[in-house]
C-alpha cells in the first residue's frame, strides 16, 4: 500500500473585476444586457413610420386647415387656406344645437362611465376573490357577450324599452335614463372584464393582513382594493365613456330633439347640409373639431393611468 497523502485542491472563485487567465473564455457578470431585436430594417422601419404617421396627420390637417377656411375653396378641393378665419367656429353655435348635444353627451357618457366602473370592480371582486357555483360561467359569458354585435341588438332593446314603459306607464324611450341603460349593458361587461384582470395581479397578502386587524368584506374593497385600482377604473370609465360619446345608432332611435347627443346632431347638421345649394364645409370640420376635443382633453388627462391600467396583470 501507498502511504502517500492525497493533493488536497482548493478552487478559489474568481472575483468580476479579477483579471481573466490567458486563454479562458470572458465571463458574465452579474448585470445583464438588453438584447434588442428588429425585425425590419433601419431605413425600412423609418420609412414605414414616416408613412404611417402622414397617413394620421394629413387627414387631420386637412380636418383643421377646412375650418379656418370658406365653404367655396373647401368645395374647389383647396388644402391650405388663402386667408386664415375663426368665423366657422362661432357660427356653429348658432347653425346647429351643438351646446345641447354636448351637455347631453356629457352628462350620459360620464354617468355611464362612473356607474360602469363602479359596478365592474364590486363585480369583479366577488369573482376573482369568492368560489361560487357558477363562477366560471358568468366569466365565460362576459367574454361572449363582447362578441354579439350591437346592431342586432337595437331593435329587442328598443322592444324591450317600449313594452316596459308600456306595462309600468312610464316613458323609457326618448329620455336620459333609457338611453343610459342601453350604454350600460354594452359598457358593464366590458369594465368588468377588465376589472377581475386588473385584480388578479393584486397580491391576496394586502386584504389577509386587513381581515386580520379585523376589516370585513366590505372594508376590505373600499379601503384596499378601491386605492390600488385607480388604472384599471380609468381605463374602463374612459373606454365606456368613449362608448356613449361616440354612438350613433341606438342614440338615433332611443332620444328626442331635446336628449339627442353630439353624435346625433353631427349627423343631421351634415345630412340637412346636402340638400343646400353649398354645404357647409368649414362649419362640419369646425363642429367635428370641437366634438373631439373632449375627447382629447380626456386622454392626456388619464394617459398614465390608460397605460397601468392596460398593461396591469400581463406580468406577475
Known amino acids: 500500500m501507498s502511504n502517500k497523502t492525497p493533493d488536497v485542491v482548493m478552487e478559489v472563485p474568481l472575483e468580476a473585476s479579477s483579471p481573466l487567465r490567458t486563454g479562458s473564455a470572458p465571463r458574465k457578470t452579474g448585470r445583464q444586457t438588453a438584447t434588442v431585436y428588429r425585425l425590419l430594417p433601419t431605413p425600412l422601419l423609418v420609412g414605414g413610420t414616416i408613412v404611417l404617421c402622414a397617413m394620421v396627420a394629413i387627414p387631420l390637417l386637412y380636418i383643421v386647415f377646412s375650418s379656418m377656411n370658406s365653404d367655396v375653396e373647401v368645395a374647389r378641393g383647396a388644402f391650405f387656406p388663402t386667408e386664415f378665419t375663426l368665423a366657422n367656429y362661432t357660427k356653429i353655435w348658432s347653425t346647429l344645437p351643438l351646446g345641447t348635444g354636448l351637455i347631453n353627451s356629457v352628462m350620459i357618457a360620464g354617468a355611464v362611465a362612473v ?41 329587442p332593446v328598443f322592444v324591450l324599452f317600449a313594452s316596459a314603459g308600456n306595462c309600468l306607464g312610464i316613458t323609457v324611450i326618448g329620455t336620459y335614463w333609457g338611453l343610459f341603460l342601453a350604454y350600460l349593458t354594452f359598457a358593464l361587461p366590458f369594465s368588468i372584464w ?27 374593497l373600499f379601503r384596499i382594493i378601491f386605492p390600488l385600482s385607480w388604472p384599471g377604473l380609468v381605463v374602463a370609465g374612459v373606454f365606456s365613456f368613449l362608448l356613449g360619446w361616440n354612438d350613433v345608432m341606438f342614440a338615433s332611435v332611443l332620444t328626442r330633439p331635446n336628449t339627442q347627443t353630439v353624435a346625433v346632431v353631427l349627423q343631421i347638421f351634415g345630412s340637412s347640409s346636402e340638400g343646400g345649394a353649398l354645404p357647409l364645409y368649414g362649419q362640419m370640420m369646425a363642429a367635428s373639431l370641437v366634438c373631439a376635443a373632449p375627447v382629447v382633453i380626456l386622454y392626456l388627462i388619464f394617459q398614465r393611468f390608460l397605460v397601468g391600467g392596460l398593461t396591469a396583470g400581463g406580468v406577475k
Open 115 to 155: 356607474v360602469s366602473s363602479l359596478l365592474g370592480i364590486i363585480t369583479a371582486y366577488v369573482l376573482v376573490r369568492f368560489e361560487f357555483r357558477g363562477r366560471l360561467s358568468i366569466l365565460r359569458g362576459l367574454i361572449g357577450l363582447q362578441s354579439v354585435l350591437g346592431g342586432l341588438l337595437l331593435l
Open 194 to 220: 377588465v376589472m377581475v384582470t386588473y385584480l388578479r395581479g393584486l397580491p391576496k397578502e394586502l386584504e389577509e393582513a386587513a381581515r386580520i386587524d379585523g376589516s370585513s368584506s366590505m372594508g376590505v
